[in-house]
Each structure stands twice: as C-alpha cells, then as structure tokens.
C-alpha cells in the first residue's frame, strides 16, 4: 500500500566557512560540501561568487535577516533538500551558526532530527594576524563592535576590561552605514585605559584584492578609514614591530607569548 502523505527523507544541512577572501582560503572539507549540496543559502555577495553546478539552486537574501534565513535553510533540509548555507571567514564567529542554532531552539521540532555540520573557516582574525606576523601570538580578546544585537554598554564594559587586562584586542563590525560613531566611542574609551603609543593596526579587506593594512598608534589613529570591510586590532604591552625599511617589504607585527614579571609587578 502506498502511503502519499509519507514526510519526505530529510536531506542534510552544512554551515560553511568561506574563509576571508576570494576563496583561496577555502578548506577541503567546505569546497566538498559545496560541491555536494543542492541548494545554496546565504547572503547576496558572498552566494553570487560561489561556482555552480548544473541542478543547483542558489537561494540569496539580504544580510540582516540571518534567523529567517536560518528558518528557510532549515525547512529546505525537512522537505528533503542537501543545503548548503554560507558564511563569511568562519560561520561560527559573528556569524550564521549562531543564527541557525537559534532557529533549531526555538523552532520545529522536527529541526532537531535534522543532520547538522558545522564546516569552520579562516575568520578575519587569523587571516590578519597571518598576513601581519603573529599579532595574536599571546593572549587576545575578541569583540564585536555592534550594538545591533545588545546594548552599548556592554561592548563598552567588555572592551575597557579587555583593555584593562592588557589583551591584544580585535574588534569585528567596528562600523556601518547606519553605525558610523561606534568606533569613536570605542577609541574615547581607549585613550582613557591606554598609552598614546599604544600600536593600532586597521586590517582591511584581508585576503581580497582592495587589501589595505594601516599600522598607527592610538595617539594618530584616524578612525574615519574604519568601514565595515575593517578589522581592528589594539595591541598589548607584549606587541612588537619588527621594522625593515625595505621597499615592497611590509613591517612584521607579533605578539611576544612571555610576559616578563616587571610587566606586571612594579
Ligand atoms: C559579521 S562579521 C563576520 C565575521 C566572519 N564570520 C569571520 O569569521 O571573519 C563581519 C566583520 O568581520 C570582519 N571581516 C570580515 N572579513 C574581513 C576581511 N577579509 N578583512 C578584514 N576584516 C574582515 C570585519 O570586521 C567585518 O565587519
């Protein structure tokens, strides 16, 4: 006897890190999964640049309606579809795996018997500190500068205590369109905790072709180049330059990973 109304086999879903740039920086495991899907979800810029083989479909939406995406990802995976949803660097920073997760949580039921991978990218953060030297060769913190998703307060609580506990910081989403002043505030905030000296680095657009590396100090830092194409990075007491004065050859920036004992006891 057949049975029509029988739910359909639930295909499969994988969150997939793109790494940074102009996916040179894909991993094995991701390009597979790519290859293997039937359907591509994601936002716009980034689905648009993924090649695409004959029978797959691409599905793009706009960036800020990562939980709606998620819902949409999901029940194509119930109605038996193989997806494949795309993030930036590394989905689970700053990114649609949280979003998805969200989704399951609060979601269908059905969402939870559902195959989940995460496949990880490189973030922004590695992809700097590699094009840089080693800048997070010690202990760092990592915040987003956004306050589209929690209040002022505590981006600002959490960067003066990274601050204040001498971490090399990198602030993700440091600024928008609709956010220009946050990365003022967040720099008011640092010229009160921090040297002048202090080494500032805005490593913009890593691994793409308008790359754009800016080592400055907090004393000089104009923010005003800060966009959202932007990683900032506040360096610690332990962060070196290694100048080299030579022509086409950048300066290295690392992070000591010893703290010497007068650093911390006068
Ligand atoms: C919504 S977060 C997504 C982060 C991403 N999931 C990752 O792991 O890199 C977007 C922020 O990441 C940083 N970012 C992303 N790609 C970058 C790149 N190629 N160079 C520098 N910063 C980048 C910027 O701070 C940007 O505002």
Not at 18 to 34: H, K, Q
Not at 75 to 88: C, E, K, Y
């Amino acid at each position: 006897m057949s049975n029509d109304n029988a739910s359909p086999t639930p295909g499969w879903l994988k969150i997939v890190g793109l790494g940074p740039g102009d996916l040179e920086y894909l991993t094995l495991s991701a390009m597979e999964a790519l290859g293997e899907a039937t359907d591509l979800v994601g936002y716009g810029p980034y689905v648009e640049r993924l090649p695409i083989r004959e029978g797959q479909e691409r599905h793009v939406s706009d960036n800020r309606v990562e939980v709606k995406r998620a819902r949409e990802a999901l029940d194509l995976a119930v109605s038996g579809r193989n997806v494949a949803v795309v993030s930036g660097g590394d989905p689970g920073i700053f990114a649609m795996a949280a979003a998805l997760f969200e989704a399951i949580e609060a979601g269908e039921p059905v969402y939870k018997s559902l195959d989940i991978e995460v496949i990880p990218g490189i973030s922004a953060i590695q992809a700097a500190s590699a094009r840089l030297g080693a800048i997070i060769g010690g202990d760092f913190a990592v915040i987003s500068l956004s306050d589209n998703l929690k209040p002022w307060s505590v981006v600002a609580t959490r960067l003066e205590a990274a601050a204040a506990a001498d971490f090399v910081i990198a602030l993700y989403n440091p600024a928008s369109k609709a956010r220009p002043d946050r990365i003022r505030d967040a720099f008011a905030l640092l010229n009160r905790v921090k040297p002048p000296e202090t080494l500032i680095i805005f490593a913009r657009a890593i691994g793409r072709p308008d790359e754009r590396v800016t080592i400055t100090t907090l004393g000089e830092a104009d923010v005003s180049v800060v966009d959202m194409a932007t990683l900032v990075f506040i360096a610690s007491t332990q962060t070196r330059v290694i100048e080299r004065d030579l022509e086409g050859k950048p300066n290295w920036v690392y992070t000591r990973r010893s703290v010497p004992i007068e650093a911390v006891e006068p």
